[in-house]
């Protein structure tokens, strides 16, 4: 009738859970809709920690009810996880397979997963499948970042092509922030190429 308390019946293989409320089932079964469910478990796994599901060893990857050994390529290793591998260092991964990384002249592979495996030493960049010097101007310094010139002008000077060019700042008028152009005195305003008084 309502507002009584039914008592919970509990399945095979179960106990009640945490609030008395219910039932939750032992360590090694899985709750069906009225009774614990034991889990099977396939050769080279394990029950996981909360006792209701099973991962595989390390060196197997799960695949549906069962754990595949994993094949590991040469020049590869098995992952921290123990389900999957990678390459060692100086290759990279294709669909199953580790093969060797072409370094070219002035460049170093590098530790990565993606791109292409390398980058060039200090003052090389990366044009095509090699490592170009990069051609540092007059009045310029190298630049270390994937994109750009490579190279960016000292203060006073602005880039113009590949080279670098002396600001020409007029009468009333200093270097900008940026060191590479200029702006007007106070209470100057540009005007063209020139500063007028407003």
């Known amino acids: 009738m309502s507002g009584a308390c039914a008592r919970v019946e509990l399945p095979a293989n179960a106990h009640l859970a945490t609030n008395g409320h219910g039932w939750e089932c032992e360590r090694g079964y899985q709750a069906g809709v009225d009774r614990c469910i034991p889990i099977v478990l396939p050769s080279n796994a394990y ?34 996880a123990g389900d999957g591998w990678s390459c060692e260092r100086g290759y990279r991964e294709t669909t199953d397979n580790c093969v060797p990384i072409k370094v070219p002249v002035n460049g170093y592979a590098t530790n990565t997963s993606f791109g292409v495996g390398w980058a060039c030493d200090r003052h090389f960049r990366a044009v095509g499948d090699a490592c170009k010097p990069v051609e540092i101007p007059e009045n310029a310094f190298f630049v270390d970042a994937a994109y750009g010139t490579g190279w960016q002008c000292v203060r006073g ?35 063209g190429d020139r500063c007028e008084q407003l």
């Open 47 to 80: 029950l996981d920690s909360m006792g209701d599901d099973w991962k595989c060893i390390r060196g197997y990857r799960r695949a549906d009810r069962s754990c595949l050994e994993i094949e590991v390529p040469s020049n590869a290793f098995l992952n921290v």
């Open 157 to 191: 000077y602005s880039a113009v092509g590949a080279a670098c060019a002396a600001v020409q700042v007029p009468t009333h008028a200093h270097l900008d922030y940026s060191g590479h152009g200029w702006e007007c005195d106070r209470p100057y305003r540009k005007e």
